[in-house]
């Protein structure tokens, strides 16, 4: 039953914009889907993880924070991660979709390859590695099943830095087990351990299978392939292809040596080598056919015809090895379907003789063909000098150009155009990125602008945000950036702390008490300090204040921002109210009446004895006084 009909992604739209429409492969962690970016209308692939790992928020967290890493790991020989994202129960990347094949599928199908091949292949990966090591990161799973070939002749390296050991139940088949642990390194194996020597070991036990159709550690279980990789040494490939080049066997040995020490650095450093190595074979070294092999791989060793990875066509193209050859159709033909030949011979001489032109003919243009082309040598690391010569003695011509580099060190090459192993002319001209080193952002211009808007164009400028202290200032408004440290225009490397000062406004002076004087004059007193005088729209009463002086300012304090505004209220004078008539009443209800009136009231008593009553009123009852003012009473 073909699952795939039950798969309840295809025709799904992922996060509004991918739409899921073919299931290319089912891994361990995840299935890839091809699929169609509706927003850009290009074809992606679509790497959806395992609901059983999506589940797992720290798994989910790590997949997505070096998903991101990857994305900014641009290099020709490297899948690309375009965008990451979550839909429901999806956990998906949206990445390049590369149509062709994987190296696994080339190695099933032609089983060793000639050696020119071998390192048609094995440089590219190892550019795309070492771009990756660089960077700080780490591949942890390189096998054929993460190489694609494309159609055009290109290698890419995909599942960069998403690959770890996975605690827990999981799908993974013991297939699918034995894929990976036969690229396990040993301290990998033993305690988890990981850096670019790792994926360098891979690379080793790669080029020790490419040269001889065979891994080099086999078993019925994966138990028994890691105790291999743990106790036994990588045996040189020409034990299995008599006739290689002792140089090959070295590089294989170094590469996947058990004791991580022993190997190369890192891919640049094997690429480095590989490219020495290849300089220094001859083109019969390079281009010899896989010979015969030791009796107990030579049964499953298939023979192959001399190629380049361009000449693949892909697996379903390729004929199938169990056809029977005509020579036993031949000895299985009935007597009796054997009639006399002498007649029948004419009836084949000619088309036999048309497909031998024929073949002469293809062979020729194949002849002058490969004479006009040749692949892309990988200058990756070289210093430009070296580089330049390199390709020049290759008869090619050379535009350089150059970019910043946080990865590649200042006058080495970055990368090249056409990219590496490409098919191109001999008389091409080829382009080389050279680094200036790493790109020194310089620290943008920050005041005057709030301290959210200073944050964030020291961010876009690839810089960090180091300590924000504040200060007064007459000439910046609160709040706002008055400069940095180090200054505008200074170069930085990325990711420099930027400290910023902020504004706290004007330094505090005295400010002048100006309540109770005449308008005019008080204006002229705040102003002389430094201040701004508003004044106020509405005047009020005020029995402190003769009418037309200042009744009221704010602020009112003993100090204020230098430049800050003040405000002042006019004074209209005092309220004048009526004064109630309280004579003959005793004490307390004249106090009450007086005090609902607005005054304030100061008795005088004459007599302590008995029960007196008000006997004199000051002001007088029924005349208008300042509301606010005193009334005194004189009790009898």
């Known amino acids: 039953m073909d699952t795939t009909l039950h798969d309840p992604l295809l025709g799904r739209m992922l996060d509004a914009r991918y739409r899921v429409e073919q299931r290319i492969a089912v891994g361990g962690m995840a299935t890839v889907y091809r699929g169609l970016d509706t927003r850009l209308d290009r074809v992606v692939a679509l790497k959806v993880m395992h609901a059983g790992l999506a589940g797992d928020p720290e798994f989910t967290a790590r997949f997505i924070r070096e998903a991101k890493a990857v994305a900014?790991?641009?290099?020709?020989?490297?899948?690309?991660?375009?965008?990451?994202?979550?839909?429901?129960?999806?956990?998906?990347?949206?990445?390049?979709?590369?149509?062709?094949?994987?190296?696994?599928?080339?190695?099933?199908?032609?089983?060793?390859?000639?050696?020119?091949?071998?390192?048609?292949?094995?440089?590219?990966?190892?550019?795309?590695?070492?771009?990756?090591?660089?960077?700080?990161?780490v591949h942890r799973d390189v096998k054929p099943e993460n190489v694609l070939l494309t159609e055009d002749g290109r290698v890419k390296v995909t599942d960069f830095g998403l690959v770890r050991a996975v605690s827990g139940e999981s799908s993974v088949t013991t297939g699918q087990v034995m894929g990976t642990v036969s690229y396990l390194a040993p301290e990998q194996i033993e305690q988890g351990a990981t850096d670019p020597r790792t994926d360098v070991y891979a690379c080793g036990i790669l080029l020790f299978e490419m040269l001889t159709g065979h891994k080099p550690h086999t078993g019925d279980s994966p138990m028994?392939?890691?105790?291999?990789?743990?106790?036994?040494d990588v045996p040189a490939p020409s034990t299995l292809v008599p006739g290689l080049a002792p140089q090959l066997d070295a590089i294989t040995v170094a590469a996947a040596a058990r004791d991580a020490a022993r190997r190369p650095a890192d891919a640049v450093e094997l690429l480095g080598a590989l490219q020495h190595i290849r300089r220094e074979l001859t083109p019969a070294q390079l281009d010899a056919e896989p010979g015969a092999v030791a009796p107990a791989a030579a049964a499953a060793t298939p023979r192959v015809e001399r190629t380049s990875i361009m000449q693949l066509p892909p697996p379903d193209m390729v004929m199938p090895r169990h056809a029977q050859p005509l020579e036993d159709q031949a000895q299985r033909t009935p007597r009796a379907a054997r009639r006399p030949q002498r007649r029948r011979r004419a009836a084949w001489v000619l088309p036999v003789s048309l497909l031998v032109a024929a073949?002469?003919?293809?062979?020729?243009?194949s002849w002058a063909w490969n004479g006009l082309y040749m692949r892309m040598p990988s200058v990756l690391g070289l210093t430009q000098p070296v580089a330049v010569r390199t390709l020049q003695d290759d008869g090619l011509t050379v535009?350089?150009?150059?970019?910043?580099?946080?990865?590649?060190?200042?006058?080495?090459?970055?990368?090249?155009?056409?990219?590496?192993?490409?098919?191109?002319?001999?008389?091409?001209?080829?382009?080389?990125?050279?680094s200036k080193g790493p790109d020194r952002p310089a620290v943008p211009s920050l005041s005057g602008l709030s301290l959210a808007a200073a944050e964030q164009a020291v961010k876009d400028a690839g810089l960090a945000v180091g300590t924000?202290?504040?200060?007064?200032?007459?000439?910046?408004?609160?709040?706002?950036?008055?400069?940095?440290?180090?200054?505008?225009?200074?170069?930085?490397?990325?990711?420099?702390?930027?400290?910023?000062?902020?504004?706290?406004?004007?330094?505090?002076?005295?400010l002048p008490d100006v309540v109770g004087e005449p308008l005019d004059q008080a204006t002229s007193d705040l102003q002389d300090a430094g201040f701004t005088v508003v004044i106020a729209p509405q005047q009020v009463f005020s029995a402190d204040a003769d009418p037309g002086a200042v009744a009221a300012m704010s602020p009112d304090g003993q100090t204020a921002a230098k430049g800050s505004t003040v405000t002042v209220t006019v004074s209209k004078g005092p309220q004048l109210v009526d004064v109630p008539d309280v004579t003959g009443l005793h004490e307390a209800e004249a106090r009450k009446l007086l005090t609902a009136a607005g005054f304030k009231v100061q008795v005088i008593k004459l007599n302590p004895f008995g029960s007196p009553t008000v006997h004199i009123e000051s002001p007088n009852g029924n005349q208008q006084a300042a509301k606010g003012s005193t009334v005194t009473l004189t009790l009898l």
Do not use: C
């Open 72 to 137: 900014r790991l641009a290099h020709a020989n490297v899948v690309n991660v375009y965008d990451q994202g979550a839909d429901g129960d999806a956990v998906f990347l949206a990445m390049e979709y590369v149509p062709g094949w994987t190296l696994r599928d080339l190695m099933r199908d032609r089983g060793a390859l000639p050696p020119r091949t071998v390192l048609d292949i094995l440089e590219p990966i190892l550019a795309g590695l070492g771009a990756a090591h660089r960077a700080g990161l």
């Open 224 to 232: 028994q392939v890691i105790y291999q990789h743990l106790s036994t």
């Open 359 to 365: 073949a002469l003919i293809v062979g020729g243009a």
């Open 399 to 434: 535009r350089v150009r150059q970019d910043f580099s946080g990865t590649v060190a200042r006058g080495r090459v970055i990368s090249s155009d056409p990219g590496v192993g490409s098919r191109i002319r001999k008389d091409s001209t080829v382009t080389l990125d050279v």
């Open 468 to 510: 924000v202290t504040r200060q007064s200032s007459d000439s910046v408004p609160k709040g706002e950036v008055v400069g940095s440290s180090p200054a505008a225009g200074a170069k930085q490397q990325p990711n420099t702390p930027i400290d910023l000062v902020v504004s706290s406004g004007a330094a505090p002076v005295d």
